[in-house]
């Protein structure tokens, strides 16, 4: 399952509005201390790509690791440290977050 909450789907679609650009939103994977992180990056879907349509927005996902992550939502939120997407997953963070020295290998 991919959803997209309507503020975080409303956020993208001004940005790319903004931009003038036709690309879908890649959801992307990236390991690092603290575990696995789900990012976004604007890009064109490829043969291993899941594609998804919510409102006239692409989101594509690699299909290994959308088996990896399912269920992933998107959202946007305000916090009083600032707003940004927030990617949740069934992937889980690695125990204990954080690290020692291991960020800089």
């Given at each position: ?16 509005k903004e ?21 976004m990056v ?56 954080g690290c ?6």
């Amino acid at each position: 399952m991919f959803t997209v909450t309507e503020k975080a789907l409303e956020v993208i679609k001004d940005f790319i509005k903004e931009k003038n650009v036709a690309s879908a939103v890649r959801i992307t994977l990236s390991m690092g201390c603290s575990g696995p992180a789900l990012g976004m990056v604007l890009d064109e879907p490829g043969n291993a790509d899941e594609v998804f349509e919510e409102k006239g927005t692409k989101f594509i996902i690699d299909k290994d690791i959308y088996n990896q992550a399912k269920p992933i939502n998107v959202d946007f939120v305000d916090t009083p440290q600032g707003s940004g997407f927030k990617l949740t997953s069934s992937l889980a963070p690695a125990a204990g977050g954080g690290c020692g020295s291991c960020c800089s290998c």
